[in-house]
């Protein structure tokens, strides 16, 4: 049996994500295809930067955000791959455009995909977000994008793996997200309010819990956000158990524009709520807290806006952690540059490679990773 891993997109650098995986075996007339995410474009007007392949057995959607997600507008459009099955927890599908084959991902669970026990479990980044695990070979694992810090969002532990490919977006990055809560919230004190353009999906009701958190209830959610009211009506399994009580005495009301602090569900700022409020600098003081896309990087260059970053993906210590659990013998972290290699194996050991295509063979195809999936998976066990 033959295991190959071509990142078409995602290594190297902040940019769409699209993994090509595919197993071979003498046994099987033609081999099992998976696309593991597909991302568009991070700026807009850009092209996304990958081509989709051809003869794939199924997509995979690790969660909803447009660089994980965005090119299934373009299947969408497409006839000759529309049909292809694409796997996602129902509330990412939720965000997915009409004339696709959908298929659902529990948000954690085991089920047989092509022949291939996959295993999810959430990832602590989104609403619905989930990581993905493929009992091939000795283990393969895909983070999507992850964090162990949100106090919304679980993160679910996984089943060790021989190969691993995780998020690496901040780099080496090591600062907790109690020191950017305290950085955030020297800006609640500001003359103007405080307009920050988040992912519908991701921090927005996250930020919203911590400021309710701290007694200050003068924040607002665009109606594009997810509310209190839609997790507690969704699926709970990728939800930290400690915030229901707070979700539950959170109260949904209309986008305020006279707020002190307005989250918008945008993160670039470019439609919606976000965009009409950030044309109003003598209202509003613009902070973003995520990726910065051009016309962001450039206001906050001139001052005309800020950055104090949320952490939503894995710090140093955090990456260390999850590789060293999973035992993996190679790890590739994704959307990030590394010019120091020896730095990144110094910080996180010597599995880490910059290899965009991995191969592995195994004699038998029955030595698969069944044997050591954990028995039972258990948010927040070992972190």
Same mark, same amino acid.
């Given at each position: 049996?033959?295991?190959?891993?071509?990142?078409?997109?995602?290594?190297?650098?902040?940019?769409?994500?699209?993994?090509?995986?595919?197993?071979?075996?003498?046994?099987?007339?033609?081999?099992?295809?998976?696309?593991?995410?597909?991302?568009?474009?991070?700026?807009?007007?850009?092209?996304?930067?990958?081509?989709?392949?051809?003869?794939?057995?199924?997509?995979?959607?690790?969660?909803?955000?447009?660089?994980?997600?965005?090119?299934?507008?373009?299947?969408?459009?497409?006839?000759?791959?529309?049909?292809?099955?694409?796997?996602?927890?129902?509330?990412?599908?939720?965000?997915?455009?009409?004339?696709?084959?959908?298929?659902?991902?529990?948000?954690?669970?085991?089920?047989?995909?092509?022949?291939?026990?996959?295993?999810?479990?959430?990832?602590?980044?989104?609403?619905?977000?989930?990581?993905?695990?493929?009992?091939?070979?000795?283990?393969?694992?895909?983070?999507?994008?992850?964090?162990?810090?949100?106090?919304?969002?679980?993160?679910?532990?996984?089943?060790?793996?021989?190969?691993?490919?995780? /998020?690496?977006?901040? @780099?080496?990055?090591? *600062?907790? $997200?109690?020191?950017?809560? %305290?950085? #955030?919230?020297?800006?609640?004190? +500001?003359?103007?309010?405080?307009?920050?353009?988040?992912?519908?999906?991701?921090?927005?009701?996250?930020?919203?819990?911590?400021?309710?958190?701290?007694?200050?209830?003068?924040?607002?959610?665009?109606?594009?956000?997810?509310?209190?009211?839609?997790?507690?009506?969704?699926?709970?399994?990728?939800?930290?158990?400690?915030?229901?009580?707070?979700?539950?005495?959170?109260?949904?009301?209309?986008?305020?524009?006279?707020?002190?602090?307005?989250?918008?569900?945008?993160? /670039?700022?470019?439609? @919606?709520?976000?965009? *009409?409020? $950030?044309?109003?600098?003598? %209202?509003? #003081?613009?902070?973003?807290?995520? +990726?910065?896309?051009?016309?962001?990087?450039?206001?906050?260059?001139?001052?005309?806006?800020?950055?104090?970053?949320?952490?939503?993906?894995?710090?140093?210590?955090?990456?260390?952690?999850?590789?060293?659990?999973?035992?993996?013998?190679?790890?590739?972290?994704?959307?990030?540059?590394?010019?120091?290699?020896?730095?990144?194996?110094?910080?996180?050991?010597?599995?880490?490679?910059?290899?965009?295509?991995?191969?592995?063979?195994?004699?038998?195809?029955?030595?698969?990773?069944?044997?050591?999936?954990?028995?039972?998976?258990?948010?927040?066990?070992?972190?």
């Amino acid at each position: 049996m033959k295991i190959s891993i071509d990142v078409l997109s995602g290594a190297g650098r902040k940019t769409a994500a699209a993994i090509l995986m595919t197993c071979s075996d003498e046994g099987n007339p033609r081999p099992i295809r998976f696309l593991l995410d597909a991302g568009g474009a991070l700026e807009a007007g850009e092209d996304k930067g990958w081509e989709i392949p051809d003869n794939l057995d199924a997509i995979f959607i690790s969660h909803d955000h447009e660089d994980h997600m965005g090119a299934l507008r373009e299947i969408a459009q497409d006839n000759k791959v529309n049909q292809i099955p694409i796997y996602a927890t129902t509330e990412v599908q939720k965000q997915f455009p009409a004339g696709l084959n959908v298929r659902t991902l529990p948000v954690c669970g085991v089920l047989p995909i092509e022949g291939i026990t996959v295993t999810t479990g959430s990832a602590g980044h989104s609403f619905g977000g989930v990581w993905l695990h493929f009992a091939i070979g000795n283990g393969v694992f895909y983070s999507g994008d992850f964090s162990f810090e949100s106090t919304l969002y679980a993160f679910t532990t996984p089943p060790t793996a021989e190969i691993a490919l995780l /998020d690496a977006s901040y @780099g080496l990055y090591d *600062e907790s $997200l109690d020191g950017c809560k %305290r950085k #955030l919230e020297t800006f609640l004190t +500001h003359e103007k309010a405080l307009l920050m353009p988040v992912p519908q999906t991701g921090r927005a009701l996250e930020i919203a819990c911590w400021l309710s958190s701290i007694g200050f209830h003068d924040w607002t959610l665009a109606a594009d956000c997810i509310s209190p009211e839609n997790v507690l009506a969704g699926a709970k399994e990728g939800i930290c158990h400690s915030m229901m009580p707070v979700l539950m005495r959170l109260k949904s009301k209309p986008f305020d524009t006279d707020a002190k602090v307005l989250l918008c569900g945008d993160p /670039d700022g470019l439609s @919606g709520e976000a965009a *009409e409020l $950030l044309a109003q600098p003598e %209202r509003y #003081l613009p902070v973003y807290t995520g +990726h910065l896309p051009e016309h962001a990087q450039y206001s906050v260059n001139k001052g005309d806006a800020f950055f104090v970053r949320w952490n939503v993906h894995p710090r140093q210590r955090d990456l260390k952690k999850l590789i060293d659990y999973l035992q993996c013998q190679v790890c590739l972290p994704l959307f990030q540059t590394i010019n120091d290699l020896p730095a990144w194996q110094q910080s996180l050991g010597n599995s880490v490679t910059t290899r965009s295509y991995i191969e592995r063979y195994y004699d038998d195809i029955d030595n698969v990773s069944n044997h050591r999936k954990a028995d039972k998976l258990n948010r927040h066990a070992w972190l």
